[in-house]
């Protein structure tokens, strides 16, 4: 089928195809199809005008950085969390732009697409966004949001949100938390779990954002059933190097359950051992025989035995116990 010369113009980023997106499906396929500009209605207030810009590889860490309240944690964005959209980045490249906004010095800061820009740095790739002037923080905010709504936040990100909820006070408990997040008590007291644990403790794993309500539990028995002075170790021990790269496993699935067992030990390695109280001795002849006796067990300890009274007291036991 025969495109339209500017349609093709759009695709080799030539010639503005400028078009309009009412609905989200709009937006996507103009996404989809790279158009050179587009307007967005953004939060059903503003009509914006995003350019399609192409940062280069070298250029996207030091051009480009990430909205401050995003609430995707970047530091948990590694080549085994991005794993669902590496592959095809790497094959194919950027299939969809991301959407930000310009800054002074010609700098960008990506609104939708966070993941797809640590992608394209891990990928060594050019990076794709639209970015617009003139968007307030209300509008940035929203953008970031609906963004976040593609890939599920992890239960961290999702509990620094209902933190800050609770800090602020929309909210007067977790039960009326759960009503606003649409959720259960349960997902709630887990989320905020998670938010409470260290970042080093997280990224000690492949994926955070795979990592279920009860491991998140256990994370957070088990880190602070340490003392203070216990946890600094603990930390200063995961700072050394992410232990998920110290683990000789593949999949997700399988590293993050020995990620899990390592942390444990070096929790139990921490505390402090506890010596077991011996059942105290009784004496029976002064200065030659004392007994311990502990639930069904005897212990007997003699001195100064001649060869005679060693044979008659082991032959009268032997009788007895056969």
Known sequence: MAIKTSELNARLFGKADKRRASTVQEAQKAASEKAAVIELSVAGEATVEFELVRVASADVVTRTSVFAENAREQSFLNELALSDILVTLKD???????????LEGNKIEVLDGSRRR?????????????????????????LSDVANAHKPLSL??????????L??????????????????????????????????????????GELGRPTIVKLHRMFFSLTQEEQTVFLVKLDENPVWKTVDASGVSRI??????????????????V????????????????????????????????????EAILSFIKSRLD
């Not at 194919?92 to 310009?102: D, S």
């Not at 909210?171 to 007291?189: P, T």
């Not at 070096?266 to 402090?272: D, H």
């Open 167 to 208: 800090d602020r006070g929309d909210v007067l408990d977790q039960k009326e938390l759960a009503k606003v997040c649409q959720c259960s008590e349960a997902l709630v007291s887990g989320a905020l779990k998670a938010a409470a644990l260290p970042l080093a403790l997280l990224q000690a794993y492949p994926s955070v």
């Open 275 to 310: 010596a077991k109280a011996e059942a105290p001795s009784t004496e029976l002849v002064k200065g030659r025989a004392t007994y311990r006796r502990k639930g069904d067990a005897l212990s007997i300890n003699l001195k100064k035995m001649s060869e005679e009274d060693a």
């Open 118 to 142: 640590m992608s394209c740095i891990l990928a060594n790739q050019d990076f794709l966004i639209y970015v617009a002037k003139g968007i307030n923080s209300k509008h940035a905010k929203f």
């Open 156 to 165: 961290f990100e999702r509990g620094k949100e209902m933190q800050t909820m």
């Open 92 to 102: 194919r490249g950027q299939q969809y732009p991301a959407v930000g906004r310009w």
């Open 256 to 273: 993050t359950r020995e990620v899990t067992l390592i942390l444990e030990q070096w929790c139990e390695s921490l505390k402090p051992v």
